[in-house]
Structures are given as structure tokens and as C-alpha cells.
Nanobody
Framework: QVQLVESGGGLVQAGGSLRLSCAAS????????MGWFRQAPGKEREFVAQ????????YYADSVKGRFTISRDNAKNTLYLQMNSLKPEDTAVYYC????????????????WGQGTQVTVSS
């Protein structure tokens, strides 16, 4: 029912910025919201940010607060993640997904994962 395609990843130096996009097809508004996760080599998939459709509430991992901003363009059915002041520890594959469960911090509450886009931050 829903397909997601991430883009915008790449190589950037520490302190730089990237804007990730997640183009959606299908009825994403039928669900609770959408979010971004990331996964670095040898680590579990980690919550990054989420936006709720009901009231537009946004939530962020402590590690990215003040640096990342999640947003959505409803007309384009596209999710964004603006990443500023990037650090080497932000290096990971970034995934977008639809939230289908109640716990917005848990990957188990998401489905319809995209293929991911690689973000690499050099020191």
C-alpha cells in the first residue's frame, strides 16, 4: 500500500549539512505518522526523529536535538530530514518509515521501510 524512497545522502565534512528526502506513494495519512531511523555498522537501528499527522508533533533523539529537523510536505507526499552541524558519529544508513504502532520510539512500531540512504561524515 505504501512505498518509500529515500534520497539526499552523501559524503560531507564535519560541521556540514545535508537534507534527506523520502518520497512516498500510497496513503501515508492512514497511519499515525512518519519517522527517520539510522543504522551504523555493528549497531542496532536507532530512532532519530518522528512527526505525527494528528497534531504535527515532532520528537527527536537526544543525540540530534537542536541539529536535525523533521518536516513533511503534504502536497508532495514527501518527508524531509534537515541535518545541520553534522558529526562523524552521525555516519549511518538513514531510513524513513511509516508509523503503524503506538510507540513512536520503537522500530517495531514502523512499517513500509524505505531502502535507505548512506550518510557519511568525515572529520
Amino acid at each position: 500500500q505504501v512505498q518509500l524512497v529515500e534520497s539526499g545522502g552523501g559524503l560531507v565534512q564535519a560541521g556540514g549539512s545535508l537534507r534527506l528526502s523520502c518520497a512516498a506513494s500510497g496513503r501515508t495519512f492512514s497511519y499515525y505518522g512518519m519517522g527517520w531511523f539510522r543504522q551504523a555498522p555493528g549497531k542496532e537501528r536507532e530512532f532519530v526523529a518522528q512527526i505525527s499527522w494528528s497534531d504535527g508533533s515532532t520528537y527527536y533523539a537526544d543525540s540530534v536535538k537542536g541539529r536535525f529537523t523533521i518536516s513533511r510536505d503534504n502536497a508532495k507526499n514527501t518527508l524531509y530530514l534537515q541535518m545541520n552541524s553534522l558529526k562523524p558519529e552521525d555516519t549511518a544508513v538513514y531510513y524513513c518509515a511509516v508509523r503503524i504502532g503506538s510507540n513512536l520510539y520503537s522500530s517495531g512500531s514502523y512499517g513500509y521501510w524505505g531502502q535507505g540512504t548512506q550518510v557519511t561524515v568525515s572529520s
